[in-house]
């Protein structure tokens, strides 16, 4: 019977949800159009008040807003959703408004992850027609920053950490359906090399070439790499030197280091600090500067035991074998990795080849996944109540 009402409800509201989702997709919501991302923040605010959540706004320093909501008090422990509202799609880009075609829905932010917020709405909306809603705690927080790092509201998740049952957050679906049980930990690092300046034709040998040096410390740090222990380790970026007659004096460069448990960390700054320590190039001075930007998000026990209340729903109300994979892309829910509770990722719909101008969602899949989440969600909390 539950799974009945479940389903049926989610089908009568899905046509309410494609219309929430054309109304944010419709406004550009880059991270850079604060104004934008301000106003489809209000116009979801809106939808979620209805269902019966309170709501604390907050501005950041460049008044950017971020949203903190709640179904009882702000400082009851409760269940945490996540959600961004920005997209990576300038307005002058020209890719800024929703299309439909044959069941599917194509437009800037419809699957990352405009997509997922309305998802997440849907599966509110389902417990609350079947009067589950109030027996459930919920926190949800939606910021319009993430695609440039989550500044605003960093803080705010170290604040609700501590009463914090269990984290979900609703960033789209993998390719292949599955959701998301891991997630890389991110570094971001650079190394400066100094050498000495010196005409490289008549004072060659009084020359230290920063240059020269940079590519031993490029050649170090590739050597951490170790795909089995999910540790890799991507320069980017390199520059150095002034002119091409003249031996350079400075090189540096900055690269991207993933890693797959947060207890690597340690054995990863030790291996810099050697590789900055020692000098090839007799003269140079190295400097090492940056460091870790997100915990890895890892598969703990709690994780797949959330995951498994997923997989039994997905089963027992679409038939569907439901998978949970890793990937070395993070989120938001990086932030909250070091903690053992229940968390999932990739609650989101099915869709594909977002960040380009062909972004798409499946819409269709916005119902079944908020049908997956609003029953994995009731026998969560029943099994933690001891209902």
């Not at 705690?137 to 790092?149: A, K, M, Q, T, V």
């Not at 070439?209 to 031993?216: D, L, S, T, W, Y």
């Not at 001075?285 to 209340?309: D, I, N």
């Not at 038939?319 to 968390?343: C, H, R, V, Y």
Request: glycine share 10%; net charge negative.
């Amino acid at each position: 019977m539950l799974n009945k009402k479940i389903k049926e409800t989610s089908e009568k509201y899905f046509h309410d949800a494609i219309k929430f989702l054309r109304e944010v997709v419709d406004i550009n919501s880059d991270s850079n159009n604060i104004e934008g991302c301000n106003d489809v923040g209000e116009r979801v605010i809106s939808y979620f008040k209805k269902l019966g959540f309170y709501c604390e706004d907050s501005e950041d320093g460049t008044r950017r807003k971020y949203y903190h909501l709640f179904n009882r008090t702000g400082h009851d422990s409760a269940y945490l959703c996540l959600g961004h509202l920005d997209t990576v799609f300038p307005e002058e880009q020209g890719f800024n408004a929703f299309n439909e075609s044959q069941g599917v829905g194509y437009g800037p932010g419809v699957i990352d992850m405009k997509g997922g917020v309305i998802t997440l709405w849907l599966a509110l909306k389902i417990l609350k027609e079947i009067g589950y809603l109030e027996k459930i705690p919920f926190r949800l927080l939606f910021n319009s920053d993430e695609e440039i790092g989550s500044a605003s509201v960093i803080d705010l998740f170290s604040r609700v950490k501590p009463v914090t049952l269990g984290i979900f957050n609703f960033e789209a679906a993998r390719d292949s359906g599955a959701l998301v049980k891991a997630r890389k930990g991110v570094g971001d690092f650079r190394i400066i090399v100094k050498g000495r300046a010196a005409h490289s034709g008549s004072h060659f040998t009084l020359g230290v070439n920063a240059i020269n040096e940079i590519a031993h410390k490029i050649i170090g740090i590739a050597k951490i790499v170790d795909i089995e222990k999910g540790i890799t380790v991507s320069p980017g970026i390199v520059n150095g030197g002034r002119k091409v007659n003249v031996v350079p004096d400075f090189a540096e460069v900055i690269f991207d280091l993933r890693f797959k448990n947060n207890s690597q960390k340690d054995y990863i700054l030790t291996q810099l600090d050697k590789i900055v320590r020692e000098s090839f190039i007799p003269g140079t001075e190295a400097e090492l500067s940056g460091g870790f930007s997100r915990p890895a998000f890892s598969a703990t026990e709690k994780v797949l035991e959330a995951f498994k209340y997923f997989h039994d729903s997905a089963r027992e109300l679409f038939q569907i074998d439901l998978k949970a994979e890793e990937t070395g892309g993070a989120a938001d829910i990086n932030f909250f990795g070091e903690l053992n509770i229940p968390m999932l990722d990739g609650l989101g719909p099915c869709g594909g080849k977002d960040h380009t101008t062909e972004e798409f969602i499946v819409l269709s899949s916005i119902m079944e996944r908020a049908a997956i989440f609003a029953k994995s969600i009731i026998n969560l909390n029943n099994d933690r109540s001891g209902v």
